[in-house]
């Protein structure tokens, strides 16, 4: 492995942006907005209250992904986003 193949990758956040994304263009959230400010902000909110999980390589991303998406990880994670969902549109840093 030379220097150029090491990266720093958090795992946990591949997986929250993904599943953000996926529940705000669900029909749940229709009336969430869908602005990229009340997205990252849901982003935020959620890792901020999960622990993250980093790697060097992508061999290491695929095995931390695998340990990471199990059903119980999983509804961990969709608990914390739906918790940080309502917490911005109550307050959303936007007008």
């Known amino acids: 492995m030379t220097q150029s193949d090491v990266i720093l990758i958090n795992v946990t956040e591949e997986i929250v942006r993904g599943l953000v994304s996926f529940m705000l263009r669900g029909p749940e959230y229709q009336a969430f907005c869908n602005c990229t400010i009340c997205e990252m902000d849901v982003n935020a909110l959620t890792l901020n209250a999960l622990p993250p999980k980093y790697v060097s390589n992508p061999k290491m991303r695929d095995e931390a992904f ?5 059903p119980e990880n999983v509804e961990m994670i969709n608990r914390e986003i739906i918790r940080a969902i309502h917490i911005v549109a109550r307050q959303p840093k936007h007008k």
């Open 66 to 70: 695998k340990e990471l998406n199990t």
